[in-house]
């Protein structure tokens, strides 16, 4: 079966109609915001009613405000993903500190909003910089490597083939094939009967 059959027999599925309560999976995207990108997912996503997770650079945040400001007015869930993408477990206590207030300043200057979540850049993270920070590191359950192909076909069927009831699906709103993919795993899934949430209702259920 090639790659696009896949990707049809799951959208010909149809709804789970066992589930009384749909199963929660939630999208996350890192690396943004981006200038081009993100408004393109951004539309998507209010075209089909979906609310994701954005882990944000500070860097990109000083840069393209008006992009967070879209994302926050259109209701989803803004994260810190580091001022300058950095290993925090290479970092100082000092510096690990620096990089997620500098960002947490940067967010909550554009959207009046405090973020308590954080997603510590290639995963690398220890449990007492949680308690250090006071932040909630929030992780993931599906990967499918979108940073290292174009191929939207690819990053769809990897996803749809390997997510269950309450996964994080780690993208990047950075690439444009992975937006193009997301909104096309938000088809697939939802025809399948799962429901969309930002991070916080499946890390608080």
Known sequence: MNDETVEASYEAGGTNEQYQEKPKIALTFDDGPHPSSTPVLLDGLAGRNVKVTFFVIGENVVKYPKVVT???????????HTYSHVDLTKMSQETTECELE??????EEITGKKTEYMRPPYGAW??????NTG??????NVDP???????????????VTETEENDI???????????KAALRI??????KGYEFVTVDELLLD
Not at 169 to 179: A, E, G, K, P
């Open 70 to 80: 879209r994302e926050a007015e259109e209701g989803h869930i803004i994260g810190n």
């Open 102 to 107: 500098k960002t947490n300043t940067a967010i």
């Open 126 to 131: 220890k449990k007492e910089m949680e308690e």
């Open 135 to 140: 932040m909630i590191a929030v992780l993931w």
């Open 145 to 159: 490597l979108d940073w290292n192909t174009d191929n939207e076909t690819e990053i769809v069927n990897k996803v």
């Open 169 to 179: 699906i780690l993208l990047h709103d950075c690439y444009l094939s992975s937006v």
């Open 186 to 191: 938000i088809d697939i899934m939802q025809a």
